[in-house]
């Protein structure tokens, strides 16, 4: 099979944080869109920010920037934006679903 025949445009895909401690503190998932594909610099970025976030040495900025270009509400709208920002425990549950998802 020749590789041009599984390339495609990105698409938005739904997805949802819903461990128990999620669930426990907003009282149900929380749900996103994020692309079913990302970059090879994105996802080398993701998987760098996964690492070093279960070593606890994330470097926030970069994970802000990560985030902000990953996670879309349902009209492919950036959610992080105008000094919107998330709880950094959900950023880093955002960083480990999206980079979970495409490891698949």
Do not use: C, H
């Not at 997805?15 to 907003?26: I, N, P, S």
């Not at 926030?60 to 996670?71: A, F, R, S, T, Y």
């Not at 950036?78 to 999206?98: A, Q, R």
């Amino acid at each position: 099979m020749n590789l041009s025949q599984i390339s495609k445009k990105p698409e938005l895909v739904e997805m949802f944080l819903d461990d128990k401690e999620t669930v426990k503190e907003f009282g149900e998932p929380l749900s996103f869109w994020t692309w079913d594909r990302q970059s090879i610099d994105s996802y080398v970025k993701l998987a760098n920010i996964a690492s070093d976030s279960k070593n606890e040495k994330i470097n926030v900025g970069e994970m802000i920037d990560l985030v902000k270009g990953l996670v879309f509400d349902e009209n492919g709208k950036e959610i992080i934006t105008d000094g919107n920002t998330l709880p950094f425990s959900i950023m880093t549950k955002l960083v480990e679903k999206v980079t979970q998802s495409l490891g698949k």
